[in-house]
């Protein structure tokens, strides 16, 4: 098929190279000026695992191709997918500002996709007011479109794999012709008809497919996230608990996660989660509840629970050493999480500006975010590698779990430490295995 992606940000990107991937012809749109001028060099503006692979190879064979303009040859395109930003506003809803602007200019087109389907995480019932938009900004033409919901379940870090391998796709549709169409642009993916760019023995499986109203589809995103942020604050919750009673959450979240009610994902005690999803769908989804008279003030703990993260790495160092000012702190992960250079709302951010106002020194490494990261924190050392980092440290917080800090050389870790002192905020490392080499360890629950 010939598809429109508008707005190639993480989602738009991910869906715009792996639809011409699977075998489409596919437009990206974004008036980011030099975002578009290194996409049609076929390089990429993020990392991602296999995304630069999969968008140079699909430039290079003419499947995929980017453009700043929505003018630039989409008009016989019969699929729009909108993946532009929805940010939070200071009152936590989410801003739909670009949304509107995508639909409006999509209206008033005198040809173009028939299909508009929203990709971006919006409020539910969002797919009744494009309509109306549509309608409004059409000129009173109510054929001429159709509106459905197909909401993204990617991680970043893993959205590829994701995208091609999901556990589900999610389709909201009016009319069955809508959900047809996407069931065929989708064949590949639910049957698993395509080469495999990251498995080498690529998982056959059929994947399920979910048609529903617009408005359950919409539900469903939000839904999902604030229930994974729900996971997390609990576990952490228990992880409080565990810390007062001596007990290892590890082993508690293990017993939880036999439980095939329950299951082992997402029950990792920790610093608490970040990125651009989690935080601000979690802040939508309260406010949602409250503009239909539902509340949600479960979502709210949540919040408060995450938010204390932070503060409970600041008590745990001042146990060990006391006041902070003077110190020479490290901190080892700036992404808020693996495999992504993405620093949005990452707790990496918040703990460095706290321990500046104690009066620290801050030094930092990221595998991957570091030239994000310098642009923003103007009075941290940034080093070359960790053990650059940990030289004449008073202590070492673990914030992101890269595989890398997973690899670490303990002993020369310690060797390089004014004071061999590790708090581990994502429990990476056997508290028994540090201790037994004079290092100083405080994990999360444990």
């Known amino acids: 098929m010939e598809i429109c992606v508008i707005g190639v940000g993480y989602v738009g990107l991910v869906t715009a190279a792996c639809l011409a991937h699977t075998g489409n012809t596919v437009v990206g749109i974004d008036d980011d000026q030099e975002k578009i001028a290194l996409l049609q060099e076929g390089r990429i503006p993020i990392f991602e695992p296999f995304l630069d692979q999969i968008v140079a190879r699909q430039v290079r064979a003419g499947r995929l191709r980017f453009a700043q303009h929505l003018t630039e040859g989409v008009g016989s395109y019969r699929v729009a997918f909108i993946c532009v930003g929805t940010p939070p506003l200071e009152n936590g809803e989410a801003d739909l500002s670009s949304v509107e602007g995508v639909v409006r200019r999509l209206a008033e087109m005198g040809e173009g996709p028939q299909l508009i389907v929203e990709k971006s995480t919006v409020p539910v019932q969002t797919g009744?007011?494009?309509?109306?938009?549509?309608?409004?900004?059409?000129?009173?033409?109510?054929?001429?479109?159709?509106?459905?919901?197909?909401?993204?379940?990617?991680?970043?870090?893993?959205?590829?794999?994701?995208?091609?391998?999901?556990?589900?796709?999610?389709?909201?549709?009016?009319?069955?012709?809508?959900?047809?169409?996407?069931?065929?642009?989708?064949?590949?993916?639910?049957?698993?008809?395509?080469?495999?760019?990251?498995?080498?023995?690529?998982?056959?499986?059929?994947?399920?497919?979910?048609?529903?109203?617009?408005?359950?589809?919409?539900?469903?995103?939000?839904?999902?996230?604030?229930?994974?942020?729900?996971?997390?604050?609990?576990?952490?919750?228990?992880?409080?608990?565990?810390?007062?009673?001596?007990?290892?959450?590890?082993?508690?979240?293990?017993g939880m996660g036999l439980d095939r009610r329950i299951g082992r994902a997402f029950l990792d005690a920790g610093i608490g989660f970040g990125g651009f999803c989690l935080?601000?769908?979690?802040?939508?989804?309260?406010?949602?509840?409250?503009?239909?008279?539902?509340?949600?003030?479960?979502?709210?703990?949540?919040?408060?629970?995450?938010?204390?993260?932070?503060?409970?790495?600041?008590?745990?160092?001042?146990?060990?050493?006391?006041?902070?000012?003077?110190?020479?702190?490290?901190?080892?992960?700036?992404?808020?999480?693996?495999?992504?250079?993405?620093?949005?709302?990452?707790?990496?951010?918040?703990?460095?500006?706290?321990?500046?106002?104690?009066?620290?020194?801050?030094?930092?490494?990221?595998?991957?975010?570091?030239?994000?990261?310098?642009?923003?924190?103007?009075?941290?050392?940034?080093?070359?590698?960790?053990?650059?980092?940990?030289?004449?440290?008073?202590?070492?917080?673990i914030v992101t779990e890269w595989e890398e800090f997973r690899r670490l050389d303990l002993l020369r870790v310690k060797e390089r430490m004014r004071r061999p002192l590790i708090i581990d905020g994502r429990n990476m490392f056997d508290r028994r295995v540090l201790e037994s080499m004079g290092i100083e360890y405080s994990g999360m629950g444990r």
Not at 128 to 134: M, N
Not at 202 to 228: G, M, Y
Not at 376 to 391: G, H, N, Q, S
């Open 128 to 254: 009744v007011w494009i309509g109306k938009l549509l309608q409004l900004y059409g000129g009173g033409d109510t054929g001429r479109f159709e509106v459905a919901s197909n909401p993204e379940f990617m991680r970043e870090g893993s959205a590829v794999e994701d995208f091609l391998h999901p556990d589900r796709i999610v389709i909201g549709v009016e009319r069955p012709e809508a959900a047809e169409l996407l069931r065929a642009l989708y064949d590949p993916v639910i049957r698993g008809t395509f080469r495999c760019p990251v498995h080498e023995a690529c998982p056959r499986r059929e994947v399920p497919l979910l048609v529903t109203d617009i408005t359950s589809a919409e539900l469903i995103k939000h839904a999902s996230n604030s229930f994974l942020a729900t996971k997390i604050s609990y576990i952490n919750l228990i992880a409080d608990l565990c810390e007062r009673v001596g007990a290892d959450v590890l082993k508690v979240a293990e």
């Open 279 to 397: 935080p601000k769908d979690l802040q939508a989804f309260v406010r949602i509840g409250e503009k239909h008279g539902c509340d949600l003030s479960l979502l709210r703990e949540v919040e408060r629970i995450n938010a204390e993260r932070i503060d409970m790495v600041l008590k745990k160092l001042q146990n060990h050493l006391g006041s902070l000012r003077g110190r020479t702190i490290v901190v080892l992960g700036l992404a808020f999480k693996p495999n992504t250079d993405d620093i949005r709302f990452a707790p990496a951010l918040e703990l460095i500006q706290k321990l500046l106002k104690e009066g620290s020194h801050v030094k930092t490494y990221d595998p991957r975010a570091m030239p994000k990261a310098q642009r923003i924190l103007t009075t941290v050392e940034f080093c070359k590698d960790p053990y650059e980092t940990v030289e004449g440290a008073d202590a070492a917080v």
